[in-house]
């Protein structure tokens, strides 16, 4: 796996014959996996990867901070499924404004009024870093 993530190959290149016989030749007890096994493997160790140094960065950063803004947007590609997301942003103390996304969701319905506020708590509650005391909303229409 590591090979594939480092030369930048395709997952589908494990299922190449090249590639085949390569593991043949150099190990041929090791089972090759398919293209969509490697593909799930490697991204679940880059969201892993990618989730830990978002934490870093907002354990180092939040206490510092004073004020934060957050944006949520709702996203559906195609009528059937709904994406939801919430960013926060802040200035860190590098005088450097951050965007960061701290948390997605997907499901099958659009966010109603009434669980719109509910969804942005519960998203919030997952950010690390800091406690937020006091959130207050402003609506922009």
């Known amino acids: 796996m590591a090979f594939l993530v480092n ?7 494990v299922e190449s014959r090249a590639f085949q016989q390569f593991i043949a ?5 090791y089972n090759i996996k ?3 096994v490697m ?20 354990v180092k950063d939040l206490p510092h901070c004073n004020n934060v803004a957050f ?6 590609p195609n009528g059937i499924e709904f994406f939801s997301w919430l960013t926060i942003h802040y200035i860190c103390r590098k005088y450097r404004l951050r965007k960061i996304t701290v948390a997605v969701h997907n499901s ?8 719109f506020a ?4 519960e998203m919030m509650l997952h950010i690390p870093g800091k406690t937020l005391v006091t959130i207050e909303f402003f609506w922009v229409i």
């Open 7 to 13: 030369s930048n190959f395709d997952c589908s290149f």
């Open 25 to 29: 030749v150099t190990n041929p007890e």
């Open 34 to 36: 398919t293209a969509q």
């Open 39 to 58: 593909s799930n493997r490697i991204a679940r160790l880059f969201y892993q990867n990618l989730h830990t140094a978002m934490v870093n960065v907002l």
């Open 71 to 76: 944006t949520y947007t709702e996203w559906t």
């Open 108 to 115: 099958r319905a659009l966010t109603t009024n009434s669980g």
């Open 118 to 121: 509910k969804r942005i708590s």
